[in-house]
T-cell receptor
Framework: DAGVTQSPTHLIKTRGQQVTLRCSPI?????VSWYQQVLGQGPQFIFQ???????GRGNFPDRFSARQFPNYSSELNVNALLLGDSALYLC?????????????FGPGTRLLVL | DQQVKQNSPSLSVQEGRISILNCDYT??????FLWYKKYPAEGPTFLIS?????DKNEDGRFTVFLNKSAKHLSLHIVPSQPGDSAVYFC??????????FGAGTRLTVKP
């Protein structure tokens, strides 16, 4: 079975640009979460989507947005990129939304903002 | 707000010995705890989890202990192997299932 997939694997953008990152969950999983990981820190929660609805949002500015499609894949959009947005962006999927659901991560998209 | 803390950024252990990684949390609403292992250039890989109704969960060489009164959990790896060398993240979630992660502990197992 395929795990969580993300695209692209790497991306270089300049300040002020916009970026879209994509994620396909494990087959049968209906929940997708996005995390940002900067060097030396653990992943920081950005968004969670379940059944195409936003179910949670972390402490990130409105420049960050996301959506989930009917096939449960998801996109993360970041507008007006800042140098500080350079990070590894991780997508995780889980079967449901209950607290005791294990999330499984994709390989991540490494974004560099110049 | 750092609701999950891993106070040891690194740990070095001899092959065959026990590795103990520690994690503390502050939010009493957390009821599900997980350990992930991460290699460079890869996403975190799920290792083991424990719910708040238990105080111990074991899976092969990996055991997680939960002390709710102290808001502390630990991961024991016995025996440690060189392939266990990686960064280990502790994570916790409440009903909403959005996870909070610690900063990670880099484990080095020396042959």
């Amino acid at each position: 079975d395929a795990g969580v997939t993300q695209s692209p694997t790497h991306l270089i953008k300049t300040r002020g640009q916009q970026v879209t990152l994509r994620c396909s969950p494990i087959s049968g999983h209906k929940s997708v979460s996005w995390y940002q990981q900067v060097l030396g820190q653990g992943p920081q929660f950005i968004f969670q989507y379940y059944e195409k609805e936003e179910r949670g949002r972390g402490n990130f500015p409105d420049r960050f947005s996301a959506r989930q499609f009917p096939n449960y894949s998801s996109e993360l959009n970041v507008n007006a990129l800042l140098l500080g947005d350079s990070a590894l962006y991780l997508c995780a999927s889980s079967a449901g939304l209950a607290g005791a659901e294990t999330q499984y991560f994709g390989p991540g998209t490494r974004l560099l903002v110049l | 707000d750092q609701q999950v803390k891993q106070n040891s950024p690194s740990l070095s252990v001899q092959e065959g010995r026990i590795s103990i990684l520690n994690c503390d949390y502050t939010n009493s609403m957390f009821d599900y705890f997980l350990w992930y292992k991460k290699y460079p250039a890869e996403g975190p890989t799920f290792l083991i989890s424990i719910s708040s109704i238990k105080d111990k969960n074991e899976d092969g060489r990996f055991t997680v202990f939960l002390n709710k009164s102290a808001k502390h959990l630990s991961l024991h790896i016995v025996p440690s192997q060189p392939g266990d060398s990686a960064v280990y993240f502790c994570a916790a979630s409440a009903v909403s299932n959005d996870m909070r992660f610690g900063a990670g502990t880099r484990l080095t197992v020396k042959p």
